[in-house]
């Protein structure tokens, strides 16, 4: 079988707007992280993330947490690019009792994996249509913190 290789598309930050809890579902416990905005940056596209995207997050009852999210990219030439993950982060209890307090945690403690598609009209970014992409997290205080890698 073929080596899967990676390359570097961009770095993304997301501001967190507030969060809408569900409560505990036969999945787990339900709360959407409201996007509020962010940034991304790479060496072929950068821009904002716009306001409006949301993050439907299960804690599982494993200690495990799912991420389901949705986004829309702006270029800073203007173009609208969906993009669509989901996660997976998890760690030693103590590790994830820390993140939930919002504390500062070091990402060499911890597992946050994505998995990414997007979706645009853009002609200029169209190839992003045809890809899949993965990536790595971590999750400061202030909000999630992604390095974004084409699957080649």
Wanted: aromatic content about 8%.
């Amino acid at each position: 079988m073929a080596e899967i290789r990676t390359r570097h598309l961009f770095d993304m930050t997301l501001q967190v707007a507030g969060m809408q809890a569900i409560g505990t579902t036969p999945n787990g416990n339900r709360r959407i992280g409201l996007v509020g905005g962010g940034t991304f940056k790479g060496e072929r596209l950068r821009g904002t993330v716009l306001p409006g995207g949301a993050d439907w997050i299960i804690a599982r009852p494993d200690g495990a947490t799912t991420l389901d999210v949705r986004l829309v990219l702006q270029t800073d030439d203007e173009e609208l690019i969906g993009m669509v993950y989901r996660g997976l982060r998890h760690g030693p209890p103590a590790v994830m009792q820390r993140l939930d307090r919002g504390e500062a945690v070091d990402p060499s403690e911890y597992y946050f994996r994505t998995a990414i598609m997007f979706e645009t009209a853009a002609e200029k970014y169209a190839w992003l249509n045809g890809i899949f992409a993965i990536g790595t997290g971590r999750r400061p205080p202030e909000g999630p913190v992604y390095e974004i890698f084409k699957v080649l």
